[in-house]
């Protein structure tokens, strides 16, 4: 357990309902889940792999009331902190009760697919498994696959855990289209009978905490998903104030314009159709981006505000033109976001000022946006080189364009001078293939673990032509 | 009776080192690593750590009361660094403290006082230079110089392959509790009981038998903690000793990618004669083997590279030619395959060379080639089958290898944007340990009163099913069911002197001792039974957990049996030894029958290539694969499936990257391993071998599979091809996507 020496003063107490059961525990808030599960409460069956979210075996669901009605999600737990847990239900798999005469039938197909070897990345694909049968929209076996994509094992080659994946969906077809699925698993006993007691218990459980001011000296952690991977311990000497407690997580449209809340997850964004009117193929792109556990997790703001020169988001974001709104002692003020990051982890941001909001001017819809991201592994990495275009034709010429790339330059980048370059020109290969070389001249890569200076240069280069292929289909940089 | 291993994995109650009750007192330890690749160690400030609330002790190279020395092979490796540090994250002390945390946080407030000194981390280089492990090898048969005079064709060309994190889910720990009289329990997650427990008296200057090390079940190994699981156990066991308290030293996650080492990187230079119809003549290969700062296993690995250096192919002249050089990267070790996949590398890029330079597929070269009955191995063994030759050709005729070619061609050429590649990839690989004295193990058996039976050996469950083989094996020679059958940990008190489990022979071996064993008591139990029914013993079978005369059941239960066995003092227990047979390689001549057989195979590898951003995907592999005639197939479907995908992973985008020595990928968020979508799907179908040679667990199926990764390199290069690119070049893997997209953009890296 961190229970390092300066945090004993920035604890807090914080009650859950652990599995069956309403648990409460001091600690501090950043403390992460998965310490608290094994350590504090000593269920050991939810394993540590990396504790950096990106091998799953210490996935457990987390559900929360919203709207009278329970909604769970799979996340990794060595990247919650403590202090967004409470008030939720966290469940592990001791607490889906499954006996040796009896195991759910997750568990019962793992086993007879033998879709476990070393074991030690089970436990997390049960729960994985299980979060899809609560929460996938249509139960098929597409939605298994991407439910597991964050769960790594070294062992199988995963096809036995995609067969016990297509019997499970073969199984419980029934349950597809019930609004509710918790009382037909109960029925299945993939889920344990509490589980209809559990809005009770949430409900007797103490509100959050809403703070209107960023404390002295407070860091502000979002998801969290990327400064716990940073290590716990930068965070558990200092006072945090929880976004959660801070901003809201609100998508919605105000004077025209679509406003997103700091709060809100990668996942709930990428599947609005408020933001579907900008992004069309969000949901396939979004694959790209993390893996669901993470994407549950992940917020828009914590994307900006890491200021990671790589972030998936925050390149969109860029090429869509957006806003953001920062909030702090002195009141509000509004910025474009390609104004935002000044150096490398460097932005403008002032003391106890806060990222509220992010705003997409109501003129950046239905336009033509397209998204491209390279990493060694194509899903749940960090890209090599990441971009996006933003475009507005006129026919066969560019009346307008925003270009964005990730991973060549020490901030997230907007390619201003490729953008303004493309204005005016007419759609053909000539025009792609001196935004490639624009884009090239424009941006400084270093060579690093992602890849080499001149590999993220011709990546960024082939990326612009992918763009123009994936939105006019021009052929340029093909054999 | 005991549910098998899988039902607890999903129920969550299996119990991995860090899960363990923690006992009374228990401290918890955290390694400092040396910082620097080579230097003289000047000193230590632990000042700073030692000041920070709940640390309790640091533990340097002077607190060692034996001898700080724990390499295996050879006598080189220092416990904890004394003089001298050699490579990034050697330990040079370890933190002893009340919390994990308190560990972690006193590792980081130390300061080691380095003079740095040049490293050297190319092999090439280190060979220049004179740094050798052990003096270089050459097994070779034939007249090779003759044959490459003579040959119509000639190749010459080199090649490089990377390294593999191992990325067992489980990190590296241990679990040491002090107890009376001296003594030393731990719990290790280890693949090599004894070589713990033999590396710990050696530190602690105690006998073996004052060290207990106790294994449940591994959360992977892969090879990885064959050697590599030692320095955690005995400093865990040195702190234990020291401080008279239990001591936990559960490794995370970047410092067991920072510290242990991986499967060893190979360059190579080849030269391959052929003739005008393109049957090799001639095979000269060259290894130099990253063997990292000390020898590890790194000469056993190089012998396995040299003893497979003609690969699947029957080859008259050759000469291989192996160094093992000394660089300043952690030790390289053993990972599935242990040299096998290198060897294997070089000869398929050589054939590639070749098929370029006469103008067919690969694939035509491969299936001349093909090693048969009556070919005779570099080191002199013969080869006894031909099932390199009949899995080769069931695979083409099984999953449609022509058409899928013609259909290939068809889709190359009508699409300008993606292109598909396939390869054929056949394996050929000798099971035994090379160090001919490993191939020996022991097994305990009692059967208690109530006919419930319990079994120890040197094995050791990591998930690959040896427990459950075994557990079969015995079941079979009594005649009850499997869950009769309890599996004890596997510990050096129970099974001494134990080889690790390793070597894809842990089945093998194991369930061979632990049957003769069963079929002692067996024996006994009949011979009883057949004075109670007044029948011949002959008469007398187990079988469906009862006795049986004359075929027919008797009103004897097993567990009846027993029980009057046990009243009229016969001894239900039972000790055996097993050593395989016929197995005698010498490495003064390099020559002798160093495998007790060789286990054959054949895949087909297809791939998309995105032409343009160099990304792609693999999408299938099929297999046939020679596992004889197996207890368990399901447990090798699971080997098999698993073996491929890590395969896979080798070859595309597994990339280990040091720069001075320090490791860059040591997470994961920098180290990719293949995930559930980029998996190929598999297709795999077993050779069927109606009078193979009989196992007790069918052939042994661990490492095999993972030589059909081999073919997405291939299969890819192809596709790279396919878009107009002649990729001529050295040959060098993993292929990853920024090598492909180097390749199609016609950039030199």
């Known amino acids: 357990m961190p229970d390092g020496p300066l945090s004993g003063r920035l604890e807090r107490e914080i009650q859950f309902v652990l599995n069956h059961r309403v648990v409460a525990l001091r600690a501090h808030p950043a403390t992460p889940l998965l310490d608290a599960i094994r350590g504090t409460f000593g269920q050991k069956a939810t394993k540590e792999g990396c504790r950096e979210g990106d091998c799953g075996a210490c996935t457990v669901l987390l559900g929360q009331l919203r709207d009278g009605q329970m909604a769970y999600r799979a996340v990794t737990s060595c990247l919650v902190p403590i202090g967004d847990v409470a008030g939720q239900h966290v469940v592990t798999v001791e607490g889906l009760q499954g006996t040796a005469q009896q195991p759910t039938p997750v568990q019962a197909a793992l086993v007879a697919e033998l879709g476990t070897q070393c074991g030690f990345c089970t436990p997390g694909i049960v729960m994985a498994l299980t979060g899809f049968l609560l929460t996938a929209p249509h139960l098929k076996q597409d939605e298994a696959t991407l439910a597991l994509a964050g769960n790594i094992c070294r062992c199988t080659g995963y096809a036995p855990i995609l067969r016990a994946a297509a019997a499970l969906v073969a199984q419980h077809q029934p349950l597809a289209t019930a609004t509710d699925r918790v009382p037909g698993l109960v029925a299945t006993r993939a889920l344990p009978g509490y589980f209809a007691r559990i809005p009770q218990l949430l409900a007797e459980l103490p509100p959050r905490v809403r703070l209107t001011q960023l404390p002295a000296g407070a860091r502000v952690v979002a998801g969290a998903t990327d400064l716990l991977v940073q290590g716990p311990h930068r965070l558990l000497d200092h006072e945090v104030a929880l976004a959660g407690d801070l901003c809201g997580d609100a998508i919605e449209v105000v004077d025209g314009d679509l406003v997103i809340g700091a709060g809100a997850t990668m996942e709930a964004l990428s599947h609005h159709p408020l933001f579907l009117a900008f992004v069309p193929e969000m949901p396939q792109y979004a694959r790209l981006i993390a893996s669901q556990q993470i994407r549950e997790r992940a917020t828009l703001a914590g994307n900006i505000v890491n200021a990671s020169p790589i972030g998936d988001f925050v390149i969109l974001l860029l090429a869509l033109g957006a806003h953001i709104r920062l909030q702090g002692p002195d009141g509000t003020r509004e910025m474009p976001l390609d104004q935002f990051h000044t150096g490398y982890k460097r932005m403008d941001l002032r003391p106890r000022e806060w990222l509220a909001a992010i705003r997409l001017p109501a003129g950046q819809r239905d336009k033509r946006v397209a998204f491209e991201k390279v990493s060694k592994r194509t899903h749940l990495d960090i890209a090599s080189v990441n971009s996006a275009l933003w475009i507005q034709v006129d026919g066969q010429r560019i009346v307008a364009a925003r270009l964005a790339a990730g991973g060549v330059a020490p901030v997230p980048k907007f390619l201003s001078q490729t953008s303004e370059a493309l204005r005016g020109k007419p759609l053909d290969n000539a025009t792609v293939r001196l935004a490639g070389e624009l884009a090239r001249a424009e941006v400084t890569p270093i060579s690093d673990v992602r890849g080499s200076a001149l590999y993220k240069s011709r990546l960024l280069e082939r990326q612009v032509f992918a763009h123009f292929q994936r939105l006019f289909a021009i052929e340029e940089g093909l054999p | ?749």
């Not at chain 2, 994990?100 to 981390?121: C, K, N, Q, S």
């Not at chain 2, 690969?362 to 009556?374: A, E, H, K």
């Not at chain 2, 009862?546 to 075929?551: K, L, P, Q, S, Y």
């Open chain 2, 1 to 749: 009776m005991k549910p098998q291993d899988p039902l607890l994995h999903v129920l969550g109650q299996s119990v991995y080192v860090d899960d363990l009750p923690e006992p009374a007192g228990m401290l918890h330890a955290a390694v400092f690593g040396s910082p620097i690749a080579h230097g003289l160690l000047r000193g230590l400030d632990v000042r700073q750590a030692r000041a920070i609330p709940g640390v309790v002790a640091i533990v340097t190279a002077a607190d060692v009361p034996g001898r700080n020395q724990i390499g295996g092979m050879v006598q080189d490796e220092p416990l904890l660094a004394d003089g001298a540090v050699h490579f990034v994250g050697q330990p040079v002390a370890c933190v002893v403290a009340t919390s994990r945390e308190a560990a972690h946080r006193g590792v980081a407030a130390l300061t080691a006082d380095i003079d740095e000194l040049p490293g050297v981390f190319e092999p090439r280089e280190a060979h220049r230079l004179g740094q050798l492990i052990i003096p270089s090898r050459t097994m070779a048969r034939g007249d090779v110089d003759a044959a490459l005079a003579t040959a119509a064709v000639v190749v010459r060309g080199q090649t490089r392959t990377g390294s593999q994190e191992h990325l067992y889910l489980e990190t590296q720990g241990a679990l040491a509790v002090p107890e009376e009289g001296g003594r030393v329990r731990i719990v290790s997650s280890t693949q090599a009981p004894t070589a713990v427990q033999r590396a710990v008296a050696g530190v602690l200057g105690v006998g073996m038998h004052d060290v207990e090390v106790d294994v449940t079940r591994l959360g992977g190994g892969f090879g990885g903690k064959e050697d590599q699981a030692t320095p955690w156990a005995a400093l865990a066991g040195l702190a234990a000793w020291l401080l008279r308290a239990p001591v936990k030293l559960v490794l995370s996650r970047e410092d067991d990618m920072r510290m242990t080492g991986k499967r060893h990187p190979y360059d190579a230079d080849y030269a391959m004669g052929l003739t005008g119809d393109g049957d090799i003549v001639a095979w000269q290969v060259e290894f130099f083997q990253n063997a990292g700062a000390s020898a590890d296993l790194s000469p056993a690995v190089l012998e396995r590279s040299l003893l497979h250096a003609t690969a699947s192919y029957g080859i008259a002249n050759v000469r291989a030619i192996g160094h093992c050089c000394r660089t300043n990267l952690p030790p390289f070790t053993a990972f599935r395959g242990f040299g096998g996949p290198q060897a294997m590398f070089v000869m398929e890029s050589a054939l590639d060379h070749a098929a370029r330079v006469l103008g067919v597929d690969r694939s035509v070269l491969q299936q001349r080639n093909l090693t048969r009955t009556g070919d005779v191995q570099p080191c002199g063994m013969p080869i006894r089958s031909d099932n390199a030759v009949r899995t080769f050709e069931q695979v083409i005729s099984q999953f449609g290898f022509a058409a899928k070619q013609r259909e290939i061609a068809a889709f190359n050429a009508a699409n300008r944007r993606f292109k598909r590649g396939a390869a054929l990839m056949p394996v050929c690989f000798g099971i035994s340990f090379t160090t001919t004295f490993l191939n020996q193990a022991s097994a305990l058996v009692h059967v208690y009163t109530d006919g419930s039976i319990a079994v120890s050996t040197g094995a050791v469950e990591m998930g690959q099913g040896v427990n459950a083989k075994i557990q079969a094996a015995v079941a079979g020679v009594f005649g009850v069911a499997d869950a009769r059958v309890r599996l004890e940990s596997t510990n050096t008190a129970r099974a001494a002197n134990t080889s690790p489990t390793a070597a894809s022979s842990g089945a093998d071996l194991n369930a061979a001792a632990a049957a003769q064993a069963a079929r002692a008591i067996a024996e006994r139990l009949k011979s009883h039974a057949a004075a109670l029914l007044e029948c011949p013993e002959s008469a007398v079978a187990l079988a469906d957990g009862r006795v049986t005369a004359h075929g027919a059941a008797t009103e004897w239960t097993f567990e009846k049996l027993a029980q009057a066995a046990y009243f009229a003092r016969v001894s239900l227990s039972a000790q055996a030894h097993y050593a395989t047979p016929g197995i005698l390689f010498n490495r003064a001549t390099e020559s002798g029958v160093a495998f007790a057989y060789h286990v054959f195979g054949t895949a087909l590898t297809e791939v998309t290539l995105d032409a343009l951003l160099g990304t792609y995907t693999i999408d299938r592999v099929s297999c046939v694969h020679d596992v004889g005639t197996s207890l368990r197939r399901d447990i090798d479907r699971g080997q098999v499936e698993g073996g491929i995908v890590q395969g896979v992973g080798w070859m595309t985008m597994e990339e280990v990257v040091y720069r001075d020595g320090k490791l860059q990928s040591a997470n994961l968020g920098t180290y990719k391993v293949p995930d559930i979508l980029a998996a190929p799907a598999l297709d795999v179908a077993w050779l069927e071998e109606p009078n193979a040679p009989s196992h007790v667990t069918g052939k042994a199926v661990g490492e095999p599979p993972l030589m059909y990764g081999i073919g997405a390199y291939f299969a890819l290069l192809n596709a790279v091809r396919a878009a107009g690119v002649a990729a001529d070049g050295m040959l060098e893997a993993p292929m990853t996507p920024e090598r492909a997209l180097l390749l199609l953009c016609g950039e030199r890296p």
